[in-house]
């Protein structure tokens, strides 16, 4: 168990590079029309953003396979955009219209996708840990060499159910990562106040689950934790704890006022460790891509999430008579 020092040399292709690029700018830029479709009253009920942690998802999606799973909590459009779901679903989904994976019945907290097997989406912090070790489990029973990604928070790294889970895991040497993303606060409450260890890697070590530290705002030493992590899975040694030390720029929710911080605080993280200027860097300074070509992705990127937005817009409201169905799946 050692904590992971960013690696800033990338030993990685153009094309990689510029995928990482453009995945993280739709995350960014999804949010932000979210941000701004919730201002306009068109998206009800609760809206958590992801800006700042688009890092996390992208690396650790480049180190998935075909059939590994996903699970995470409330603050999930990032999860949902990175493993391939359609953002047309998932816009339409947070206005509440028909055409959203959850047929506009959800909303931003609760949508799924079995094609993508994408899992949730769950509003109770935590609650998902457990779920996660499960689908590990009928992997593992079913003798498939699958694994599932089971994200959840620094708060919920301090609950009950995460322990009874990690016991678990390792008695029965499940497939699972437990990927915690550290982004400094749960709702207004700092990881220092609230973590008697803040070093939340190590909180496996009762159990015999090895862990580290990633810097989660770099997507290659996501990438590389990622794949250390996936094989450890895949061989059969049970469960891997991965911290990412990321942060998150929004409010906790769209509701949220943000007095427990300063506004230089945020400002600081994003000059000094933004995971999309980090990798814009790496383009211009490897001459990789030109500003020009990064004017490109950013023009495709605007109108996939544009037409994303019209889509939402445009999706009617379920009928009256979709309230009693998918009651029961
Ligand atoms: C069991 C439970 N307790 C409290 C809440 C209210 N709540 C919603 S989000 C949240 C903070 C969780 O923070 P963290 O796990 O760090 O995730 P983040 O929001 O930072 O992604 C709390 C306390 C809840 N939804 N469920
Ligand atoms: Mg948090």
């Known amino acids: 168990m050692a904590a992971r020092k960013s690696t800033r040399k990338p030993n990685v292709s153009a094309e990689e590079l510029k995928r990482y690029y453009r995945e993280m700018l739709l995350i960014r830029r999804f949010e932000e029309k979210a941000g701004q479709l919730y201002g306009m ?6 809206c958590h953003l992801y800006i700042g942690q688009e890092a996390v998802v992208v690396g650790l999606e480049a180190a998935a396979e075909e059939g590994d799973k996903r699970i995470t909590s409330y603050r999930d459009h990032g999860h949902m955009l990175a493993c391939g779901m359609d953002p047309k679903g998932v816009m339409a989904e947070l206005t509440g ?15 799924f996708s079995k094609e993508k097997d994408f899992y949730g989406g769950h509003g109770i912090v935590g609650a998902q840990v457990p779920l996660g070790a499960g689908l590990a489990f009928a ?3 079913r003798g498939t060499d699958r694994v599932t990604f089971t994200y959840f928070g620094d708060g919920a790294a301090n609950q009950g159910q995460v322990y009874e889970t990690f016991n678990m895991a390792e008695l029965w040497q499940l497939p699972v990562i437990f990927v915690i993303e550290n982004n400094q606060y749960a709702m207004g409450t700092a990881v220092k106040r609230a973590s008697a260890t803040p070093e939340l890697w190590t909180r496996g070590a009762a159990f015999n689950i090895p862990g580290e530290a990633v810097d989660g705002m770099d997507v290659l ?3 590389a934790a990622g794949e250390k992590a996936v094989a450890h899975c895949r061989a059969g040694k049970g469960p891997y704890i991965l911290e990412m030390k990321t942060y998150r ?13 300063t506004r230089e605080e945020v400002q600081k993280v994003r000059e000094t460790r933004d995971a999309i200027e980090h990798v814009r860097h790496l383009l211009l300074e ?10 490109a992705i950013d023009r495709e990127i605007k109108q996939i999430v544009n037409e994303a937005a019209d889509f939402a817009r445009e999706s009617p409201e379920p009928p009256l ?8 799946a």
């Open 41 to 46: 009253g068109l998206i009800g009920g609760f």
């Open 221 to 223: 030493a996501v990438k």
């Open 321 to 328: 008579d979709e309230l009693w169905t998918d009651v029961y």
């Open 286 to 295: 490897g001459k990789h891509a030109t500003e020009d070509d990064l004017k």
């Open 249 to 261: 720029y929004r409010g906790h929710s769209m509701s949220d006022p943000a007095k427990y911080r």
């Open 139 to 141: 992997d593992k029973y």
């Open 97 to 111: 219209r028909i055409g959203g994976y959850s047929k506009g019945k959800g909303g931003s907290m609760h949508m």
